[in-house]
């Protein structure tokens, strides 16, 4: 580290960034020498998809906003490029830090090392080897741009091996969604009541949808629609529903499945979310995170696609990958409520400590 200390741009885009960012702000604070900023892209930009996690994460507010808003991939991905570009012309970092897998996790990181700024990418290595999907292609771009690549397992470390990435860029740290987590997780119950009635807990199901893949076409939403709606018969479903999701719903005209005891709610805030899902019987998802989470919770989880870039949630969690087939998914969850459910072993570095050990090595390793 030079004497005059480190400029570093911490990047959050979308809604799954903000709570890895958050701990990794919190930790920069131990360093006087490291100076943070911090950049929202404005990929999301919805109150309750980005403006609550502020908040709920005591994330300091954005030192620059980008504004960039939707659009297809390319369009998103060139406007948050253009305008990083400008940020960091007039800011000369030292280093980028991005996290995760988004749109702007891969336009950031382009965008730094063209100007040959490092670039740290946080949660490398993982991959579900689905082209497909737009994350993949993310995630496999960022971490062949990244200088200091800081992943959650064992299964990440190899993977970028065999990706012909240097084994000293790379970094065992464990899981900095982890971080927030249990952190949240100790004063969550203090938090008041939400005022909708909300049946007894473990006595419910949380869904949450937003894939492309998995609601954009219409046969595979309809599946998964009937899906739930089968299985609402059996426990009632509260649904906090994506933006994506929502508009298919109606344009699909899919309301009739989600009737009776499914409650589709807006999108929550992460304290909400964690207020509510930890305490359900099952969680039925195609997020990335909450099949983590939900791990490290020992709740019962079924994945909602065909594949997944985290198997240690399925080898060492309670995961189970149920793909987009009506019967299967009804079959698995009926299992569950039968008692029949799979228990979490402990994994490395899972412990709340990820960003702790991240910012340790940006001061050690980063040569700048
Ligand atoms: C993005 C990420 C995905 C992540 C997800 C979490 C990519 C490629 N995908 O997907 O990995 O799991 O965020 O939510 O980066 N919209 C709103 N308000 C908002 C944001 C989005 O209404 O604040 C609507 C818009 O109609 C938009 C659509 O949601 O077109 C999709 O948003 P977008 O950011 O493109 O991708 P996500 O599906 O949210």
Redesign the pocket.
């Known amino acids: 580290m030079t004497k005059e200390g480190m400029k570093i741009i911490n990047v959050v885009g ?3 960034n903000f709570m890895k960012i958050a701990p990794i702000m919190r930790a920069m604070k131990a360093y006087r020498k490291i100076k943070p900023l911090l950049v929202h892209t404005g ?4 109150a309750n ?2 403006g609550a996690f502020f908040k709920d994460l005591e994330l300091p507010k954005p030192d620059i906003h980008l504004e960039v808003g ?1 659009g297809t991939h390319a369009e ?1 991905t060139a406007r948050v490029m253009e305008r990083f570009e400008k940020v960091l012309f007039k800011e000369k970092p030292n280093l980028v830090l991005v996290v995760g ?3 702007s996790t891969l336009a950031c990181s382009l965008a730094a090392s063209k100007l040959h700024i490092k670039v740290a990418h946080v949660e490398a290595g993982l991959r579900s080897f689905d082209r497909r999907m ?2 993949e292609i ?1 995630r496999v771009l960022t971490d062949q741009m990244s200088d200091l690549l800081f992943t959650t397992c064992k299964d990440a470390d190899r993977n970028l091996a065999k990706e012909g990435i240097a084994q000293d860029k790379v970094f065992l740290v464990g899981d900095v969604m982890i971080d927030t987590l249990l952190r949240s997780m100790e004063t969550v119950d203090q938090r008041p009541k939400t005022k909708d009635r909300r049946p007894r807990d473990g006595e419910y199901a949380v869904v949450t949808l ?1 894939r ?1 893949s998995n609601v954009d076409d219409k046969d595979t939403f309809e599946r998964i629609s009937m899906a739930l709606n089968k299985i609402s018969k059996s426990i009632p479903i509260i649904f906090p529903v ?3 999701t929502r ?1 298919q719903i109606k344009r699909f005209g899919f309301e009739k499945y989600y009737n009776g005891q499914i409650k589709l709610l807006e999108p929550l805030g992460y304290l909400d979310f964690i207020k509510l899902y930890p305490k359900a019987k099952m969680v039925l998802t195609d ?2 995170g909450i099949q983590e989470e939900t791990t490290v919770l020992d709740i019962p989880c079924l994945t909602i696609r065909e594949n997944t870039e985290r198997p240690i949630t399925i080898t060492q969690g309670t995961n189970i990958l149920v793909g987009t087939d009506e019967e299967k998914i009804v079959k698995e969850a009926k299992k569950i409520l039968r008692g029949e459910r799979k228990r979490r072993k402990t994994i490395k570095y899972w412990d709340g400590r990820a960003a702790e050990r991240i910012v340790r090595v940006l001061v050690e390793e980063a040569d700048v």
């Open positions: 979308a809604r799954p990929q999301h930009y919805d998809m980005s939707s998103q897998d988004v749109n737009p994350e993310n937003h492309p994506h933006p994506r508009g997020s990335g």
